[in-house]
């Protein structure tokens, strides 16, 4: 119920706080957003949503085509950056319209300034998750510091740069647990056939990696400690 | 006898006032023709309805629904028949293809400007043609924001006006515009935001100044 309440109220917040950021769109100015949307296969993949937003609002959207392109004329942002949002349904939340498929979050470095924005193709992935159980064994005396890395399903990139367009291993999580911790489960969607890195260190000792693959439906994976 | 005089004296009367009524129509006929000479023609003021009709390949007509306006112009004779003189006109529109233009609502034009025209009087008519230049901006509404496209309109514009009354006229006028606009776009966009064209239709009350449009 309070967690309810918490939800709630922080929505309202992100609602109340974007409500009154103006937008402030630029004046005589269009842009050109293209490219092609395709799978990790390089199928066309057709119905995708494509928008461009500034402070939460839609600036111009449209879908991919039945050949995965897609072309569409936005407004600018005058001072607030720019964002292009593929497969996105809301830029509160970040939630994937297709839930079958990753997004893809370009964003400009401050107000953008280009008028062409060509993407190229843009690759988006199968969606995949795995869960990783750590469970604090009775009896052991271990803490245990360790870092999750995984890729996310919302890759976000530079608009100026092109740079990991696969955002791999961009989602990175430290945690520590000491021998009054009590077990944990750490849910988490990522790109199907991907791994997360499981890197930790049992008192201190010497780092480990484990490998978790990212399966549909998940990979379970149990750390005892 | 009597019959006989009043009969002459009846077809004398008659005579006498159908010849007065003549030489007054006469006179009055003169008298206007004089004034229709010598009268000054100051110059004209038009009101109307303006109907917008985009056509090309261009943002306007391939991504808004146009709406009717009203414009406004003053003619001021300088030289003869030559007159030069300040025009308004505006318009509405609602976005209907959004991919297109951009993510926004309602646009509404106005041209704001001036004209350099010949005018010729044809009997209750006058026909006049009319080159104008001005300022041209789109004002765009959306996304609870406003924002603008502006350009420099370019016009030719016939006009043709009947005279109901001395100082009053109907008129219509077609209207060629061309606005080169000022968006910034990519040059694939070139074709779409670099112009728009119209061939716009105008009609309305034309108020005439100057005992020189006196007519009948």
Known sequence: MKLHLYKILLFSAVLLFTSCEKLEITNNERLLVKGKVVDENGNALPNISIKTEAVNRSLANTRSDANGNFELTSLNANTDPLHVLVNIASSINFENENPDYSSKVYTSEGANSQLLLDLGTITLSGLGSFSLYLKNLSGDNNSLEYTLSYTSKVCRLSLESNSNPFCELDQVENGFADPTSENRTLNRESILGSVAVFEYKLNNGATQTIEIPVTNPPTTYVFEY | ?216
């Open chain 2, 1 to 216: 006898m009597f019959l006989n005089i009043r009969t002459l004296l009846v077809a004398l009367l008659f005579s006498a006032t159908t010849f007065a009524q003549q030489t007054e129509t006469e006179t009055e006929k003169n008298t206007n023709q004089e004034q229709h000479t010598s009268g000054t023609k100051v110059g004209s003021i038009t009101v109307g309805a303006y109907l917008p009709i985009a056509f090309g390949e261009n943002f306007v007509n391939d991504g808004m629904d146009l709406k009717m306006g009203a414009q406004m112009q003053l003619k001021l004779n300088v030289l003869g028949d030559f007159y030069i003189g300040p025009a308004l006109s505006f318009f509405f529109a609602d976005v209907n293809n959004r991919a297109l233009v951009g993510n926004y609502d309602e646009m509404s034009n106005m041209v704001l400007g001036g004209v350099v025209g010949y005018e010729k009087q044809v009997e209750r008519f006058d026909l006049s043609i009319g080159l104008g230049v001005g300022y041209s901006g789109y004002f765009n509404k959306g996304l609870g924001d406003s924002f603008e496209d502006n350009g420099t309109a370019l016009w030719l514009r016939p006009e043709v006006s009947y005279r109901l009354a001395n100082y009053v006229s109907f008129y219509v006028a077609p209207e060629l515009r061309h606005d080169f606009m000022n968006i910034d776009v990519p040059s694939e966009l070139k074709d779409t935001f670099g112009g728009v064209n119209y061939f716009n239709l105008g009609f309305g009350l034309r108020i005439n100044f100057g005992t020189g449009y006196k007519f009948q």
